[in-house]
């Protein structure tokens, strides 16, 4: 009896995680960090407060950012789930905004910047042109115990004007008529 409820409670979620498809149980409790650490080994996203306050296991869900420590790993199921890793590939260069936070040394300890590279990763798509204000705003939502957010919002602030420059120039121009 026993038996059949453990294994009754075990679902197997898959799921893409940076791309790739992968699938493992879960019990339905399972927080999406958990498994996501513990079940498919990604362990870039961190977890501090495990109740969704301090932003660090922020990862992405269908390209939207996500406290992973507030979401239960069966609602990932047949999602696309990123995560700090899947920013650039392995012996790849490092994403515009990774080599930003380097530039500008907005690594700082390094505990809660995968999710903020998350967050700002999604939010530099839906906002191509931040004020430095709308920048803290979103911030806001991770607990830095370093302190010191200026470096990152220099190097948020500054990818985003980096992405802008591109897209300019890569407009085709048209001769005068
Ligand atoms: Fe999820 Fe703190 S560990 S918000
Ligand atoms: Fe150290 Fe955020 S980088 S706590």
Redesign the pocket.
Known sequence: MTDTLARDALHTVRLRLNGTSRGAPCETRTLL?DFIRDSLGATGT?????????????VQLDGVAV????TLAVQAEGRELATVEGLCDADGPMSDLQDAFKRHHALQCGFCTA?ILMSCDDYLRRKPDPSEAEVRDMLSGH?CRCTGYTPIVRAVLETAAQRRSRALSSVPSFPEA
Do not use: I
């Open positions: 960090s961190h977890v501090g407060c495990e109740h969704g306050v301090c932003g660090a296991c922020t406290r992973s420590c507030m999710g607990l």
